[in-house]
């Protein structure tokens, strides 16, 4: 039996123990900008610059294209002034890939477009819209192109877009029909949640998503005085919420999991995933105090891990190395569930797990002076868990939710201590 980490009082951090690290991450930025306006071989043109995930002059592998899911991280420290040509511009590219292909792919190089990732698409438009106060008929176009991407790419019943697959809810997909690819597709390359067998399964995260995407368009509805479109989209995302819960939350064990409908049964694999209908704003009160008292499966010394660690022979393995599981955590998860319990008033577990993620980036960073995609949460001091590709140092959306939570809990403290 393994002794959950009990969660105890820490330290909040100084502005001056941060800024080091702080003053890195606004002069990396430089590394990660990209200006690609044609095509060029495989790597597709766009119209603005954009960032991408990493670079390291030393390593064998490299980034020159856009993603779709890490544009969203990587831009949530940038909301200000200065940053806002660049965040906007990154927003513009993404909706010229869907004006130009019918999908924002994986990422924009040609032999990536049989995927795209996690969509964020509503959700960027509306912080960029509030963020820089931009206009109705900007926010109408906008939205206007998500809901197209909602209709063609998750809501599609037939290839390329094949998703849409059981009581409304749909499963992350590849033009391929390979299980792994679809596993691509949902940014955890690679994970035990659906072991080996992506299609099979409606993922709670992407259907969350989905959610968010349809209160999303209920809310443009509202803002642009169209009260009957309003209403449609507010009563399709209750059908899915209430799909969501009949087929994902478990009452017992207080979480939400990936549901598998060729064998009509949940998975039992626990993971942050289900923390995205809290982040969304889809569970009750009474949900959401169970998925707190959840966070005992994830939480450890370094901040949340990405699955619970329970025996090895529980999942399902292939060879495939599972970056996206324990005792791995990363920036993207750590964001998700931090807002989450924000927006259910639990602001002492958000600044505490806010404060642990911070302390673990940091302390690698003061000893070896660069971040990392992941991290290993269990034993901070260690390095994390390699996946299929080498870990990257550098990084974008580590940088980005660093600054994020420097911004939320050191600049603008919530509590003194928690």
Known sequence: MRLQFAPRRTRQLSAGEVQPAREYIKHYWAHLRRVHPKDDESLLGLP?????????????????????????????????????????????????LFERFKIIPNASRTYLMGRSQPPFLTTFIFEVYETYHLDEAWLKLAIELAEEEYKTVW?????????????GLSRYFDVNFLHDLAEAESGWD????????????????LNALLYKYETDFAKAAHLL????KAQHWSERAKVRQTMINDLMWDRIHGLY?????????????????????????????????????ALRFFEEKGGLATTDS????????????????????WAPLQLIVVRGLERYGYHDEAQRI???????????????????????????????????????????????VFERFCQDYIDQPTTEMV
């Open 354 to 400: 806010a404060t642990k993620w911070l302390r673990t980036n940091l302390q690698w960073f003061n000893n070896h002076h660069v971040f990392l995609e992941k991290y290993n949460v269990a034993n901070p001091t260690r390095p994390p868990v390699k996946g299929v590709y080498p870990t990257q140092t550098g990084f974008g959306w580590t940088n980005s």
């Open 48 to 96: 603005r610059p954009y960032l991408v995930p990493s670079y390291d002059a030393t390593a064998t592998f490299d980034y020159n294209e856009l993603f779709y899911w890490d544009s969203y991280f990587m831009v949530q420290g940038l909301y200000d002034t200065e940053h806002q040509e660049l965040v906007c511009g990154i927003l513009e590219d993404l909706m010229s």
């Open 257 to 293: 999991y990936d549901y598998d409908f060729v064998k009509k049964k949940r998975s039992s694999v626990n993971s942050l995933a289900a923390y995205y209908p809290m982040w969304a704003g889809m569970v009750n009160d009474k949900q959401a105090a169970a998925l707190v008292e």
């Open 310 to 329: 329970l025996p090895i022979g529980r999942y399902i393995r292939g060879g495939m190395p599972e970056q996206w599981a324990y005792p791995n955590g």
């Open 225 to 228: 005085a169209d009260e009957a």
């Open 190 to 205: 690679m994970t035990p949640r659906f072991g080996r067998k992506a299609l099979n399964f409606l993922p709670v995260d």
């Open 155 to 167: 809501m599609g019943t037939k290839n390329p877009n094949y998703r849409q697959m059981y009581r």
